[in-house]
């Protein structure tokens, strides 16, 4: 989310999920939202059919919300940032962009509009495919919504060029004044429940809770003192990528990984595997006997979701109430116990009675949680930022002005994924979800019901792609990247684009991620799961 | 309060905006008017006929459902001619099918709670499903309503070829709300009257799992009797008040609806959407409705273990716990913090992620906290 953050201050979702409904041009790319925000998607479909707003689809596959949509633009893989860009071009050109807007709120336009110059709908054409006539129709339609929003997701942010991507989106909604309204925004999709709460506590290697930066010295200082501390680490730490590296090189000695499973969700997983047995100890706490805690030294069983009590923090920063349903099996412990425990253990006393202590905790040290109590969420959750105990939350981000005073707009040029299909490696691959699993499956492979409807790994081909390679839909496939090799059934179907294939990431015997390439975006460190290419072999 | 925009129901002046129905007036206003065809914000179908009520001046009872609210109006909800015009709909909705729920052979007069648990046999075979949760049997009683005729079935039998839910058509009231549900709040468009408006089907009146039916739910959560069902709701029959609901947010997706576990004796039985409330108003989508057998699953972790050459082995948390510290705190000697990392989860709570950082830079010492997701 580091696009957003640079460009507005900022990296959650703009708006609330109900402002679709609100909006009257919707532009969806880089999201299967039916599938992987299905409930979010009921509020793109009904804007359409009950509100009468126009969708836009940006995506090389055919997905379900096309059939909603008034233009579809059919973008080749990884071209994202050359088709905003070129719609950006339409809209100056044609003069169609909010000026009052660009003036008073935001800087850096003369660098954009500059920029922009080259992307022609004619030379966009070119990069991405989309006809470019479809592309002026588009831009023309998005500039001249009241209302616009933008849903982006995976599709979006797992490239290279993950963080750029955003930097564009963020620089057309802000173009056509979007930003700050009421059914307007730039709103990415969190795919798993709780990111954003992970996210917004610290649990990353730059911030504390609530983005305060750990190089800051002020608050650091507060930190210390919060924690009743003597110090506290004052750089940076490294990302989870690059935790993986340093353990390949046995420079990384110990990993503690809660609720997590990258020997399936990690790019590159061979990679991966050696990294983890590198490790002088690996601890995983979790729900069950993943792959990843296969490989583990101490296994620790923690309570499921429905076991506990605390509160998740939605994509659309909601924070919400979980509540304990059920006891846990056997011996299994809250994590929030675990934790305490071996802190208490290590010479360090973390005493709660309860998570309500905790949270307790998480609000006066942070300055976006300050006003939120589990009093006040019992009914219905609050959106952050919420200052004071009186503060009634914030659905709308930047109305006023940006959170970091004026919105900046980035001039990022188009680069071309890291791998493109060659002479050896003909296709695109892209990766993702299907509606009836979920991430590494460690949850939904548990439910017969789900696995019948969704039992196996699959590829999803072109017609066309079939002919060339004489597949018929069911044949046994080898599927092969520079990376590594994987079966999987063909899916002859209309949703393919030539030339390129789709596998979703969930399944472990035929685990997508042994195929795509783990180059990184270089802001955000997010892996280019999204574009690799690859070759297919009829299995024998 | 705008004069040009006032009607007064039993007595109550109410406030109504443009195009707004007597029922939607009512309800706003706080007004209960019974209907098991309403479903909000989808346009009313009218089909139940239960929501009448009088209108000062009109000779006939109107829909109110279907009546949209006019300055100066005056309207009555509950009259006994009112009330005798919904009871005597209600009977033919209760002789229209397979309603077999014991309203029909019982003295209504005389049913307690106490009765009415004990009516619930354990083995619903021949008792409906819905027993105890269904609209239609809570208003037969509010109505003392009582089948006028033997009920003939002609619907075709019971649908369960699919994982989830079971659609039996003889209890079907041809209320709508499915079609609603499916067509205007998920917008999945899988659904949808016959011709003759006699039956609910998919397109080609195939069973759910031959059609684009993406298994939300929607459909069996606003049904007001037992003509669809959840799968697991179906098999595991719970009587009536042994269930409890406990309200909390979906483990799955970013979105966070909001659900009701049902549970009884510490089992799952089944999960709802709780209605009113954002993200989701009531709906999920399959994961988050059906989606719940993980959490009971016998793989599930129930002891820690500690590697012991190639294989894990059974340990106490004290164990395990001490393993870790002391490891930790020996590497940390040796190599320093930051040849340490943690990752911390989407998946488990706020307070426990804060805690999970707070371990990594208070206990440890490092900044080398992450999670997978940005992944
Ligand atoms: S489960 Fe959902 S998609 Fe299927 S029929 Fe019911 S409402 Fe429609
Ligand atoms: S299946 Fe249920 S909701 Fe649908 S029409 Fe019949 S009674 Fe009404
Ligand atoms: S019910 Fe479906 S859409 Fe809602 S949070 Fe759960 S997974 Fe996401």
Not at chain 2, 55 to 76: N, R
Request: neutral net charge; charged residues 25%; aromatic residues 6%.
């Amino acid at each position: 989310m580091a696009g957003l953050a640079a460009a507005f201050g900022s990296g959650a979702m703009t708006n609330p999920i109900s402002d679709i409904e609100k909006a009257d041009v919707i532009l969806v790319i880089g999201s299967n939202t039916t599938e992987n925000h299905p409930v979010l998607s009921t509020y793109v479909k009904r804007a359409v059919t009950k509100k009468g707003a126009k969708l836009i689809v940006a995506d090389p596959r055919k997905i379900d919300l096309t059939q909603f949509a008034t233009h579809w633009l059919r973008h080749t893989l990884g071209t994202d940032v050359a088709l905003i860009n070129g719609m950006m071009n339409v809209i100056i050109e044609e003069n169609l962009y909010d000026k009052d807007y660009v003036e008073s709120r935001t800087e850096g336009f003369k660098e954009l509009k500059e920029m922009v110059k080259t992307y022609s709908p004619e030379h966009v054409e070119d990069i991405t495919g989309v006809p470019a006539k479809q592309l002026v129709e588009a831009a023309r339609l998005y500039a001249g919504a009241k209302a616009g929003s933008i849903l982006y997701a995976m599709g979006i942010t797992q490239h290279i060029t993950g963080t750029d991507n955003v930097k564009s989106l963020a620089n057309l909604a802000m173009l056509c004044g979007n930003i700050g309204i009421e059914g307007g925004g730039v709103n990415p999709l969190r795919g798993q429940n709780n990111v954003q709460g992970a996210c917004d506590m610290g649990g990353l290697p730059n911030v504390y809770s609530g983005y305060q930066k750990v190089d800051d010295p002020a608050v650091r200082e507060r930190m210390i003192k919060a924690w009743s501390l003597k110090d506290l680490p004052d750089r940076p730490g490294i990302p989870v990528t690059e935790m993986m590296e340093l353990a390949y090189d046995g420079k990384m000695k110990a990993m503690y990984i809660i609720g997590e499973n990258p020997m399936l969700s990690d790019p590159d997983l061979s990679h991966v595997k050696k990294s983890l047995k590198n490790l002088d100890l690996l601890v995983v706490q979790d729900i069950f006997l993943t792959e990843t805690a296969q490989l583990a030294d101490v296994v620790l069983p923690s309570a499921s979701f429905a076991e506990k009590d605390g509160t998740f923090t939605n994509t659309e920063r909601r924070v919400q109430r979980v509540r304990k349903a059920v006891s846990s099996p056997g011996d299994a412990k809250d994590d929030w116990k675990i934790i305490c425990n071996l802190a208490d253990k290590m010479g360090y006393p973390m005493k709660y009675g309860n998570p309500r202590d905790i949270f307790r905790e998480i609000s006066e040290v942070t300055p976006s949680y300050s006003g939120i109590t589990y009093e006040r969420i019992e009914h219905e959750g609050i959106y952050w930022p919420c200052p004071t105990k009186d503060h009634p939350g914030t659905p709308v981000l930047h109305k006023e002005q940006f959170s970091r005073g004026l919105g900046l707009f980035h001039a990022v040029e188009y680069l071309p994924p890291a791998e493109l299909p060659d002479k050896k490696y003909p296709l695109f691959l892209t990766t993702g979800r299907v509606l009836y699993q979920y991430h590494t499956g460690t949850m939904t492979m548990k439910s017969d019901g789900l696995n019948q409807l969704a039992p196996e790994c699959f590829v999803e081909i072109s017609k066309k792609d079939a002919e060339v390679y004489h597949i018929e839909d069911n044949d046994m496939l080898k599927i092969i990247s520079r990376r590594g090799k994987i079966k999987a059934r063909a899916k002859i179907s209309e949703r393919a684009k030539q030339g390129m294939v789709f596998i979703p990431f969930h399944y472990v015997r035929a685990a997508a991620n042994k195929l795509t390439n783990t180059a990184l975006d270089p802001v955000a460190k997010i892996p280019e799961y999204k574009v690799c290419a690859i070759k297919i072999e009829k299995a024998a | 309060m705008d004069t040009e925009n006032i009607i007064i129901i039993n007595g109550l002046k109410c406030s109504f905006s443009k195009n707004e129905t007597i029922l939607e007036t009512a309800l706003r206003n706080g007004i209960k008017i019974p209907s098991l065809c309403y479903l909000s914000n989808t346009v009313s179908t009218g089909k139940c006929k239960i929501c009448l009520v009088e209108i000062e001046g009109e000779d006939e009872l109107v829909l109110s459902c279907q009546t949209v609210s006019q300055h100066g109006m005056v309207v009555k909800t509950d009259t006994p001619r009112i009330a005798a015009a919904r009871r005597a709909r209600l009977e033919e909705l209760i002789s229209s099918g397979h309603h077999n729920c014991l309203v029909q052979e019982m003295d209504i007069n005389s049913w307690t709670d106490f009765q009415r648990d004990a009516m619930a046999p354990d083995i619903h075979r021949t008792l409906c499903p819905a027993y105890g949760e269904c609209r239609l049997q809570d208003l037969a009683i509010q109505y003392r309503a009582r089948p006028v005729k033997a009920a003939k079935i002609t619907a075709p039998p019971v649908e369960d070829v699919n994982p989830f839910i079971v659609r039996d058509f003889s209890r079907c009231i041809l209320c709508g709300r499915c079609v609603k549900a499916c067509n205007e709040v998920q917008v999945n468009r899988v659904i949808n009257f016959n011709e003759s408006e006699s039956k609910v089907i998919t397109k080609d009146d195939l069973p759910l799992k031959d059609s684009n039916c993406v298994f939300c739910g929607e459909c069996v959560q606003v049904c007001p009797v037992g003509a669809l069902v959840s799968k697991r709701d179906f098999e595991i029959h719970t009587k009536p008040n042994t269930t409890k609901k406990i309200r909390t947010t979906c483990s799955y997706c970013g979105v966070g609806c909001q659900i009701y576990i049902h549970v009884k004796d510490n089992q799952i039985v089944k999960v709802t959407g709780v209605d009113n409330f954002g993200p989701n108003r009531g709906s999920l989508c399959v994961k988050g409705r059906f989606g719940f057998d993980f959490v009971q699953h016998p793989a599930r972790l129930t002891t820690p273990l500690i590697r012991k050459g190639k294989k894990l082995k059974e340990a106490t948390w004290d164990e395990a716990i001490d393993y870790i510290a002391n490891k930790l705190g020996y590497l940390k000697d040796k190599y320093g913090p930051d040849s340490i990392g943690v990752l911390t989860s989407a998946r488990i709570t706020n307070e426990e992620n804060y805690l999970a950082q707070k371990f990594a830079r208070a206990v440890i010492g490092t900044n080398n906290i992450d999670h997978c997701a940005r992944l």
